[in-house]
Protein backbone atom coordinates (compact mmCIF):
# COMPACT_ATOMS: atom_id res chain seq x y z
CA UNK A 1 0.00 0.00 0.00
CA UNK A 2 2.46 2.55 -1.36
CA UNK A 3 -0.57 5.26 -1.46
CA UNK A 4 -0.03 6.39 1.96
CA UNK A 5 2.18 8.88 3.57
CA UNK A 6 2.76 9.52 7.56
CA UNK A 7 1.44 12.83 9.08
CA UNK A 8 2.02 15.54 6.88
CA UNK A 9 0.54 18.89 7.13
CA UNK A 10 1.14 20.02 3.56
CA UNK A 11 -1.58 17.43 2.73
CA UNK A 12 -4.46 20.13 2.17
CA UNK A 13 -7.84 19.88 0.46
CA UNK A 14 -7.07 19.80 -3.43
CA UNK A 15 -5.31 16.78 -3.81
CA UNK A 16 -6.85 13.79 -4.96
CA UNK A 17 -7.71 12.22 -1.89
CA UNK A 18 -10.12 15.77 -1.37
CA UNK A 19 -12.08 15.07 -4.68
CA UNK A 20 -15.11 14.69 -5.08
CA UNK A 21 -15.26 10.51 -4.68
CA UNK A 22 -16.89 8.72 -7.08
CA UNK A 23 -19.07 5.50 -6.80
CA UNK A 24 -17.14 2.96 -4.84
CA UNK A 25 -16.21 -0.22 -5.67
CA UNK A 26 -15.31 -2.03 -3.14
CA UNK A 27 -11.84 -3.82 -2.06
CA UNK A 28 -11.84 -6.99 -0.05
CA UNK A 29 -12.41 -7.03 3.44
CA UNK A 30 -12.91 -10.51 4.78
CA UNK A 31 -10.80 -11.41 7.88
CA UNK A 32 -10.00 -14.90 9.00
CA UNK A 33 -11.78 -15.00 12.45
CA UNK A 34 -9.00 -16.65 14.22
CA UNK A 35 -5.93 -14.86 12.08
CA UNK A 36 -2.65 -14.57 13.70
CA UNK A 37 -1.75 -10.90 15.11
CA UNK A 38 1.94 -10.98 15.31
CA UNK A 39 2.79 -9.02 12.69
CA UNK A 40 4.30 -5.36 12.18
CA UNK A 41 3.72 -2.87 14.46
CA UNK A 42 0.14 -1.50 13.24
CA UNK A 43 0.66 2.45 12.71
CA UNK A 44 -2.11 5.13 11.57
CA UNK A 45 -1.07 7.09 8.25
CA UNK A 46 -2.65 9.79 6.73
CA UNK A 47 -4.45 8.16 3.48
CA UNK A 48 -3.65 10.45 0.05
CA UNK A 49 -5.26 8.45 -2.29
CA UNK A 50 -9.04 8.54 -2.70
CA UNK A 51 -9.46 5.00 -3.95
CA UNK A 52 -8.70 3.69 -0.21
CA UNK A 53 -11.87 5.69 0.98
CA UNK A 54 -13.38 2.85 -1.10
CA UNK A 55 -11.96 0.08 1.61
CA UNK A 56 -12.75 2.35 4.70
CA UNK A 57 -16.37 2.27 3.87
CA UNK A 58 -16.77 -0.86 3.30
CA UNK A 59 -15.02 -1.53 6.72
CA UNK A 60 -17.11 1.33 8.62
CA UNK A 61 -20.44 -0.69 7.85
CA UNK A 62 -19.02 -3.99 8.82
CA UNK A 63 -18.22 -2.97 11.96
CA UNK A 64 -21.09 -0.75 12.98
CA UNK A 65 -23.87 -3.02 11.41
CA UNK A 66 -22.36 -5.35 13.72
CA UNK A 67 -21.99 -3.47 17.28
CA UNK A 68 -24.99 -2.68 18.07
CA UNK A 69 -26.48 0.15 15.74
CA UNK A 70 -27.87 -1.54 13.26
CA UNK A 71 -30.77 0.84 13.52
CA UNK A 72 -28.74 3.90 11.67
CA UNK A 73 -26.07 2.21 10.22
CA UNK A 74 -27.48 -0.68 7.79
CA UNK A 75 -27.10 -1.88 4.38
CA UNK A 76 -30.36 -0.81 3.66
CA UNK A 77 -29.41 2.55 4.56
CA UNK A 78 -25.92 2.46 2.95
CA UNK A 79 -25.88 -0.18 0.24
CA UNK A 80 -22.38 0.84 -1.21
CA UNK A 81 -21.01 1.32 2.47
CA UNK A 82 -21.20 4.22 4.92
CA UNK A 83 -19.71 7.52 3.98
CA UNK A 84 -21.07 10.80 3.83
CA UNK A 85 -20.92 14.43 2.66
CA UNK A 86 -18.39 15.02 4.80
CA UNK A 87 -15.87 12.31 3.37
CA UNK A 88 -14.93 13.95 0.61
CA UNK A 89 -12.87 17.15 2.56
CA UNK A 90 -11.57 15.44 5.61
CA UNK A 91 -8.49 13.84 6.73
CA UNK A 92 -8.16 9.98 7.02
CA UNK A 93 -6.24 8.33 8.98
CA UNK A 94 -5.70 4.13 8.19
CA UNK A 95 -3.78 1.27 9.68
CA UNK A 96 -3.19 -1.51 7.46
CA UNK A 97 -2.13 -4.94 8.37
CA UNK A 98 0.54 -7.32 7.07
CA UNK A 99 -1.96 -8.06 3.73
CA UNK A 100 -2.67 -4.15 3.24
CA UNK A 101 -5.71 -4.73 3.52
CA UNK A 102 -7.56 -1.73 6.01
CA UNK A 103 -8.22 -2.40 9.45
CA UNK A 104 -8.98 0.78 11.16
CA UNK A 105 -9.55 4.11 10.18
CA UNK A 106 -10.52 7.66 11.52
CA UNK A 107 -11.33 10.98 9.97
CA UNK A 108 -10.91 14.51 10.90
CA UNK A 109 -13.06 17.85 9.40
CA UNK A 110 -11.49 21.14 9.58
CA UNK A 111 -14.53 24.19 9.67
CA UNK A 112 -13.84 27.28 9.52
CA UNK A 113 -17.59 28.52 10.48
CA UNK A 114 -20.54 26.94 11.30
CA UNK A 115 -22.22 27.30 8.32
CA UNK A 116 -20.23 24.21 6.91
CA UNK A 117 -20.55 22.12 9.55
CA UNK A 118 -23.81 20.36 8.68
CA UNK A 119 -24.13 19.46 11.97
CA UNK A 120 -24.78 22.90 13.54
CA UNK A 121 -28.68 22.99 14.03
CA UNK A 122 -27.99 19.86 16.55
CA UNK A 123 -25.56 21.89 18.88
CA UNK A 124 -26.05 25.45 18.61
CA UNK A 125 -27.93 25.35 21.60
CA UNK A 126 -24.14 24.97 23.36
CA UNK A 127 -21.85 27.79 23.73
CA UNK A 128 -19.58 27.15 21.26
CA UNK A 129 -16.42 28.82 21.01
CA UNK A 130 -16.41 31.21 18.39
CA UNK A 131 -12.80 30.71 17.03
CA UNK A 132 -11.39 29.24 13.81
CA UNK A 133 -10.70 26.82 12.50
CA UNK A 134 -12.27 24.10 14.76
CA UNK A 135 -11.88 20.06 13.96
CA UNK A 136 -14.45 17.49 13.99
CA UNK A 137 -13.55 14.23 15.02
CA UNK A 138 -15.53 11.39 13.82
CA UNK A 139 -15.74 7.68 12.13
CA UNK A 140 -13.39 6.00 14.27
CA UNK A 141 -13.82 2.02 13.47
CA UNK A 142 -11.33 -0.70 14.45
CA UNK A 143 -11.91 -4.26 13.16
CA UNK A 144 -13.17 -6.28 16.20
CA UNK A 145 -9.76 -8.96 14.88
CA UNK A 146 -7.62 -5.84 15.79
CA UNK A 147 -8.64 -4.66 18.86
CA UNK A 148 -6.69 -4.04 22.21
CA UNK A 149 -4.06 -2.89 20.12
CA UNK A 150 -4.04 0.58 21.23
CA UNK A 151 -5.50 1.52 17.58
CA UNK A 152 -8.07 3.55 18.85
CA UNK A 153 -5.71 5.98 21.21
CA UNK A 154 -2.81 6.14 18.30
CA UNK A 155 -5.82 7.24 16.13
CA UNK A 156 -6.70 9.91 18.26
CA UNK A 157 -2.89 10.62 18.56
CA UNK A 158 -2.33 11.00 15.16
CA UNK A 159 -5.37 13.51 14.34
CA UNK A 160 -4.54 15.46 18.24
CA UNK A 161 -1.01 15.98 16.67
CA UNK A 162 -2.43 17.11 13.75
CA UNK A 163 -4.55 19.80 14.32
CA UNK A 164 -1.67 21.20 16.52
CA UNK A 165 0.68 21.39 13.52
CA UNK A 166 -2.39 22.78 11.58
CA UNK A 167 -3.70 25.68 14.50
CA UNK A 168 -6.99 24.08 15.24
CA UNK A 169 -8.26 26.17 18.10
CA UNK A 170 -10.65 23.87 19.04
CA UNK A 171 -11.98 20.24 18.73
CA UNK A 172 -15.33 18.93 18.88
CA UNK A 173 -16.47 14.88 18.27
CA UNK A 174 -19.85 12.88 18.92
CA UNK A 175 -19.63 9.93 21.29
CA UNK A 176 -21.25 7.40 22.57
CA UNK A 177 -18.86 4.57 23.47
CA UNK A 178 -17.87 4.43 26.98
CA UNK A 179 -14.59 2.96 26.46
CA UNK A 180 -14.21 6.03 23.82
CA UNK A 181 -15.73 8.62 26.09
CA UNK A 182 -12.67 7.79 28.87
CA UNK A 183 -10.56 8.21 26.51
CA UNK A 184 -11.14 11.42 25.14
CA UNK A 185 -11.96 12.57 28.89
CA UNK A 186 -8.35 11.61 29.51
CA UNK A 187 -7.03 14.27 26.72
CA UNK A 188 -8.69 16.72 27.75
CA UNK A 189 -12.04 16.60 26.59
CA UNK A 190 -15.20 17.82 28.30
CA UNK A 191 -18.17 16.48 27.60
CA UNK A 192 -20.90 19.42 27.49
CA UNK A 193 -24.18 17.77 27.29
CA UNK A 194 -26.48 15.87 24.68
CA UNK A 195 -27.47 16.45 21.47
CA UNK A 196 -29.78 14.78 18.88
CA UNK A 197 -28.32 14.03 15.39
CA UNK A 198 -29.53 11.98 12.29
CA UNK A 199 -26.38 10.75 9.70
CA UNK A 200 -29.48 9.92 7.35
CA UNK A 201 -32.09 12.15 6.34
CA UNK A 202 -34.63 9.30 5.96
CA UNK A 203 -34.08 8.06 10.09
CA UNK A 204 -34.75 9.60 12.97
CA UNK A 205 -32.28 11.94 14.96
CA UNK A 206 -30.68 9.87 17.86
CA UNK A 207 -28.74 11.16 20.92
CA UNK A 208 -24.97 11.57 21.08
CA UNK A 209 -22.83 13.16 23.90
CA UNK A 210 -21.00 16.45 23.06
CA UNK A 211 -17.48 16.82 23.17
CA UNK A 212 -15.16 19.60 22.85
CA UNK A 213 -11.62 20.59 23.52
CA UNK A 214 -9.93 23.74 23.46
CA UNK A 215 -6.42 23.80 21.88
CA UNK A 216 -3.98 24.86 24.75
CA UNK A 217 -1.79 26.37 22.82
CA UNK A 218 -4.05 28.99 21.49
Same mark, same amino acid.
Given at each position: MNTLLE @??? /?ILPGTDLHAAPSRPTFLNTVFEENSVLEQKELTPQLATDSALLNEVYRLRLDVWEHSGNTAFVNRNLYPDGWYDELDA?? +???? $? =????? &? @? @? =? /??? %?? %?? !? /???? +?? !? !? /? *? $?QKFLLPQKWPFGFYSRLVVHPD?? &?NGL *??? %?FHSRDVFCQQMGVQWSQAFINNPFIMCQYEKSGFLNIGKAEVAYHPS???? $??? $? +???????F
Open positions: @INP /STA +FHWI $V =ANDEN &K @I @I =A /SAR %LN %LF !Y /SFAD +FP !Y !Y /S *S $VYR &K *SRK %LEHPH $VVN $V +FIKMNEN
